[in-house]
C-alpha cells in the first residue's frame, strides 16, 4: 500500500489530487499552511476494490496503523479532513462542497472521517455534478484525502485575486466573517465585503454585512451560532490584516501564474493559508 506523504514530500497530482498539491506547493513555498500529510489516490483505490460494497469497507489493521503513525508524526490535533481529486477546482468546473469536509476531527473520530471523505464521491450530488460535467462518464474518481491541522479561527474568509464578477484584475476581493469560514464558503451568511487595489496598494471599498450567524467548535465538530451585536456592527478585518492579505493574495497569485480563490483564517492575529486554487468559470 502506498505510505502516507506529508506536505514536505508531496509533488504529483496524479498521486495527490489538486487540492493538496496546492497545498504542498504553498506549503513548500513557505506560505502560512497548517501542517497536514495525503492519503494518496492509491490508499482509496485499494479500498474500494477490496469490497464490492464501499459502504460496508472496513479500515485493515496495515492501514490503521500506517495513517496513525502519519497522524502522530505530522500534525497535532484536532484536523480537518478533506477530499483532493485531480478533476476537483478545473478553471471550467469547482467541486467546492460536492465532497465532504469534516472539521474539528480528532484520532477517536479520524477513520469515520476519512471513509466519510472516500463514500463522498458515491453521493447523489457529487455524482450529478460528474455527470453534467461530462466528468469520467459519471464514475468516481480516485480520491486524495488530506489530513491537516485545525485552525480555530477568529475571523475567516476567501479572498479573490481578481474581481470575480467583473473580472477586474487590478481588484482582490475580500469576503469575512468571525468564526470559522465555512458559513462563508457556504453561502449561510452576508459577510464583510472589502476591495482592494493591488497597484495603488489601497482599500478602495468596504461593504459591512449582516453577520448574523458563525460557525464555532463543538465538542466533535462545529455548529451554527449567534453574532452578537458587536461583531454585527463591526468590520471582522482591521486595515493591517487587509494589507497583510493583499500583499499574501498577490504572493500567491504570482506562484500559480493565474488568478486565485484562497480561503483563509485569522487565529490570535496569525494569518493561515486553508486553500488555494484557480478561480473557476463554472459552479
Given at each position: 500500500?502506498?505510505?502516507?506523504?506529508?506536505?514536505?514530500?508531496?509533488?504529483?497530482?496524479?498521486?495527490?489530487?489538486?487540492?493538496?498539491?496546492?497545498?504542498?506547493?504553498?506549503?513548500?513555498?513557505?506560505?502560512?499552511?497548517?501542517?497536514?500529510?495525503?492519503?494518496?489516490?492509491?490508499?482509496?483505490?485499494?479500498?474500494?476494490?477490496?469490497?464490492?460494497?464501499?459502504?460496508?469497507?472496513?479500515?485493515?489493521?496495515?492501514?490503521?496503523?500506517?495513517?496513525?503513525?502519519?497522524?502522530?508524526?505530522?500534525?497535532?490535533?484536532?484536523?480537518?479532513?478533506?477530499?483532493?481529486?485531480?478533476?476537483?477546482?478545473?478553471?471550467?468546473?469547482?467541486?467546492?462542497?460536492?465532497?465532504?469536509?469534516?472539521?474539528?476531527?480528532?484520532?477517536?473520530?479520524?477513520?469515520?472521517?476519512?471513509?466519510?471523505?472516500?463514500?463522498?464521491?458515491?453521493?447523489?450530488?457529487?455524482?450529478?455534478?460528474?455527470?453534467?460535467?461530462?466528468?469520467?462518464?459519471?464514475?468516481?474518481?480516485?480520491?486524495?484525502?488530506?489530513?491537516?491541522?485545525?485552525?480555530?479561527?477568529?475571523?475567516?474568509?476567501?479572498?479573490?485575486?481578481?474581481?470575480p464578477i467583473t473580472g477586474n484584475d487590478d481588484e482582490i476581493i475580500i469576503n469575512a466573517n468571525?468564526?470559522?469560514?465555512?458559513?462563508?464558503?457556504?453561502?449561510?451568511?452576508?459577510?464583510?465585503?472589502?476591495?482592494?487595489?493591488?497597484?495603488?496598494?489601497?482599500?478602495?471599498?468596504?461593504?459591512?454585512?449582516?453577520?448574523?450567524?458563525?460557525?464555532?467548535?463543538?465538542?466533535?465538530?462545529?455548529?451554527?451560532?449567534?453574532?452578537?451585536?458587536?461583531?454585527?456592527?463591526?468590520?471582522?478585518?482591521?486595515?493591517?490584516?487587509?494589507?497583510?492579505?493583499?500583499?499574501?493574495?498577490?504572493?500567491?497569485?504570482?506562484?500559480?501564474?493565474?488568478?486565485?480563490?484562497?480561503?483563509?483564517?485569522?487565529?490570535?492575529?496569525?494569518?493561515?493559508?486553508?486553500?488555494?486554487?484557480?478561480?473557476?468559470?463554472?459552479?
Amino acid at each position: 500500500m502506498p505510505k502516507m506523504i506529508p506536505f514536505t514530500d508531496a509533488r504529483t497530482e496524479d498521486e495527490i489530487g489538486g487540492k493538496a498539491k496546492n497545498l504542498a506547493l504553498l506549503f513548500q513555498s513557505r506560505f502560512p499552511v497548517p501542517k497536514g500529510f495525503v492519503i494518496p489516490a492509491q490508499t482509496f483505490e485499494h479500498a474500494v476494490q477490496s469490497d464490492q460494497d464501499p459502504y460496508g469497507w472496513v479500515f485493515p489493521e496495515y492501514m490503521r496503523q500506517e495513517i496513525e503513525a502519519a497522524y502522530k508524526k505530522y500534525v497535532q490535533p484536532p484536523v480537518v479532513v478533506r477530499s483532493s481529486c485531480s478533476i476537483e477546482d478545473l478553471e471550467s468546473a469547482s467541486f467546492a462542497g460536492q465532497y465532504e469536509t469534516i472539521l474539528n476531527v480528532h484520532f477517536v473520530n479520524l477513520l469515520e472521517s476519512i471513509k466519510r471523505c472516500w463514500l463522498s464521491v458515491y453521493q447523489g450530488h457529487a455524482q450529478s455534478y460528474l455527470t453534467q460535467r461530462g466528468s469520467a462518464g459519471g464514475q468516481a474518481p480516485a480520491m486524495s484525502v488530506i489530513v491537516q491541522e485545525f485552525v480555530h479561527a477568529d475571523v475567516a474568509g476567501v479572498a479573490f485575486s481578481k474581481n470575480p464578477i467583473t473580472g477586474n484584475d487590478d481588484e482582490i476581493i475580500i469576503n469575512a466573517n468571525f468564526g470559522l469560514g465555512e458559513a462563508v464558503v457556504s453561502g449561510l451568511v452576508t459577510p464583510d465585503v472589502f476591495a482592494l487595489s493591488k497597484q495603488r496598494n489601497a482599500i478602495v471599498a468596504r461593504d459591512l454585512g449582516d453577520k448574523d450567524c458563525k460557525t464555532i467548535l463543538d465538542r466533535y465538530g462545529t455548529r451554527i451560532a449567534e453574532t452578537t451585536s458587536q461583531e454585527q456592527s463591526s468590520f471582522s478585518l482591521n486595515d493591517e490584516q487587509l494589507h497583510e492579505l493583499r500583499a499574501m493574495i498577490m504572493g500567491i497569485e504570482t506562484l500559480f501564474g493565474y488568478p486565485v480563490d484562497v480561503e483563509f483564517a485569522y487565529r490570535h492575529g496569525k494569518l493561515h493559508i486553508l486553500q488555494a486554487r484557480n478561480i473557476t468559470n463554472g459552479g
